[in-house]
């Protein structure tokens, strides 16, 4: 029971450049989330997903995209890369919604440097 | 959107109880609040979730008052393991599944 797992662990992008980050769990929990941060801040939410095929945008979504086809996936898209995008990356996800709140699973991150 | 406040930073020492408060004014009826630690390089850890009073489990204990406005995290006889940023969190009124962090309160605990 691996939990909440990040690939990569690393990234270095230059400017312009596109990538995906996958988050994958295995808890079989319906809520996903992909959460940045930055040093001396805590973690703002991105995006993040209350079931297969659902997503809708957190606190600072500008520049992402997220997609989740399947229930055990969350993927989190940047298009155009830029260096305000520099940060750490943590996917979580729970069990029920916040009215019978459940505790987040996270994963251990993705450091993704823009240059 | 309100959001809970927390101290920047504490410092204790080895075996000494450490008392985190979070104010959460606009919490909303039917919320919990919940409290995560998080070590250098690595996702928050949950550590411990309330609705109202207290709760304690093995590794804390968290005291909520009626009004439920604030709670506080309380670590027994903290170690120099225990030296990390907790944060606590509450679904904010209006939030929707939004789950909003604050900034969390660094501990450092010293010999």
């Known amino acids: 029971n691996a939990g909440v797992t990040q690939t990569p662990k690393f990234r270095v992008l230059k400017t312009g450049q596109s990538m995906t980050l996958l988050c994958a769990q295995d808890m079989n929990h319906e809520y996903m989330y992909w959460y940045r941060q930055d040093p001396g801040m805590g973690l703002r939410l991105i995006h993040y997903?209350?079931?297969?095929?659902?997503?809708a945008k957190g606190e600072v979504p500008d520049g992402y995209n997220v997609s989740r086809l399947k229930k055990q996936n969350f993927l989190l898209g940047l298009e155009s890369a830029a260096p305000s995008q520099t940060s750490v990356y943590f996917c979580?996800?729970?069990?029920?919604?916040?009215?019978?709140?459940?505790?987040?699973?996270f994963g251990n991150g993705t450091r993704l440097t823009v240059t | 959107l309100a959001k809970t406040t927390q101290p920047v930073s504490m410092d204790s020492y080895e075996g000494q109880e450490v008392n985190i408060t979070c104010s959460h004014n606009n919490i909303a009826t039917n919320d919990y609040i919940t409290w995560y630690q998080q070590f250098p390089s690595q996702g928050p850890r949950f550590i411990i979730q309330?609705?109202?009073t207290k709760v304690t489990n093995e590794v804390a204990s968290l005291f909520i008052p009626a009004d439920r406005k604030s709670s506080t995290l309380s670590l027994p006889r903290v170690s120099l393991s225990d030296t990390a940023v907790y944060y606590c969190l509450v679904a904010l009124t209006g939030g929707g599944n939004k789950l909003t962090f604050g900034t969390g309160t660094q501990l450092k605990v010293e010999l």
């Open positions: 997903s209350v079931g297969e095929g659902t997503t």
């Open positions: 309330g609705y109202k």
């Open positions: 979580a996800s729970s069990y029920l919604d916040r009215a019978v709140n459940s505790p987040l699973h």
